[in-house]
């Protein structure tokens, strides 16, 4: 479905991605993870488009989307729940994650997609009118979420949803993931918990330093001794 094919993206004379080349199924969910530096959030603002592809071709469904305009990506079924969450604190709960509903196909099936939400994350509906600003972080994640689904994708971006959370809240946050994932929809994890990461995708990809560095089935990540030295700090192998 998605598919990335040596791409390179830079800031200015400095390039931030070399020649990465990834791919996502239709209903396949599969996890970036590397460490901070890495160019992770480079490489999913250049899937939804927000940052401009030097060289390379990105192509969805079979089409090449590599120069599209930004806000055509959604209109093709991309979305993304960026880093930080990045919702209107001022306005409610309702009002965010309407705002993710604006086209027009999504527009016309706004309540059954909100109805949708609220099933996945049932804590929000005594909350719609409360501001986004009084939730907790995890219940802001859960709107983030919420919003990108709200605008009936074929595939969602996520971007460290795990960042800033209580690890019992995180576990709550994968479970959901998995839960849109079972329902059909492709899902792209980019991460820095690797083991959580790791256990849920079918597929992953380790990048270091703006490359990709590694790939393959998670069990086999993981019996790798220095992936497991890298990011699990175990100090000698299995």
Sequence with gaps: MLELDRICVRYGAATALWDVSIRIGAGELVCVVGPNGAGKTTL???IAGLNPIASGT???AGQDITTLARHQFCDHGIAIVPEGRRLFSSLTVRENLELGSFRKAARANRRSSLERVLALFPVLKGRLGAPA????????QMVAIGRALMAQPRCLLLDE????LA???VLEMFSAIQEINRAGMAVLLVEQNVAMALEIAARAYVLEEGRIAAEGAPDELLAAAHIRRAYLGETTAP
Excluded at 161 to 164: A, D, F, T, V, W
Aim: aromatic fraction near 4%; avoid cysteine.
């Design 44 to 46: 999913i603002n250049a």
């Design 58 to 60: 990105l192509s969805f």
């Design 167 to 169: 690890p019992a809240v």
């Design 133 to 140: 600003e009084t939730l907790s972080g995890g219940q802001q």
């Design 161 to 164: 949803p795990s960042l800033g």
